[in-house]
Nanobody, 116 residues
Framework: QVQLVESGGGLVQAGGSLTLSCAAS????????MGWYRQAPGKQRELVATISRGGSTNYADSVKGRFTISRDNAKNAVYLQMNSLKPEDTAAYLCSALDFRGDDYWGQGTRVTVSS
């Protein structure tokens, strides 16, 4: 089992920046991929970015060039640096982890609100 706890959300003006953090605990050696997803009210959950244990990254087109995902394997943590935020980035951001068995885990989410 893996537990994930996010932090760093909040209210920011358009054009501003925020950094989200996610700390993993439990059977962390089994984690293969970590990532961030988001879900806005009334919308489906969507991928924001993922990062492999080796550091390979994948981004949604909507955040490329503005968001950066990083990972610290020693600290069992993943981060999401968000720059040039837009009102459409407003959502609950959820941390995810996928282990080598294919099981996925989710955090409770942290809310990001971008005002115009």
């Amino acid at each position: 089992q893996v537990q994930l706890v996010e932090s760093g959300g909040g209210l920011v003006q358009a054009g501003g920046s925020l950094t989200l953090s996610c700390a993993a605990s439990g059977v962390t050696f089994s984690i293969r991929t970590m990532g961030w997803y988001r879900q806005a009210p009334g919308k489906q959950r969507e991928l924001v970015a993922t990062i492999s244990r080796g550091g390979s990254t994948n981004y949604a087109d909507s955040v490329k060039g503005r968001f950066t995902i990083s990972r610290d394997n020693a600290k069992n943590a993943v981060y999401l640096q968000m720059n040039s935020l837009k009102p459409e980035d407003t959502a609950a951001y959820l941390c995810s982890a996928l282990d080598f068995r294919g099981d996925d885990y989710w955090g409770q989410g942290t809310r990001v609100t971008v005002s115009s």
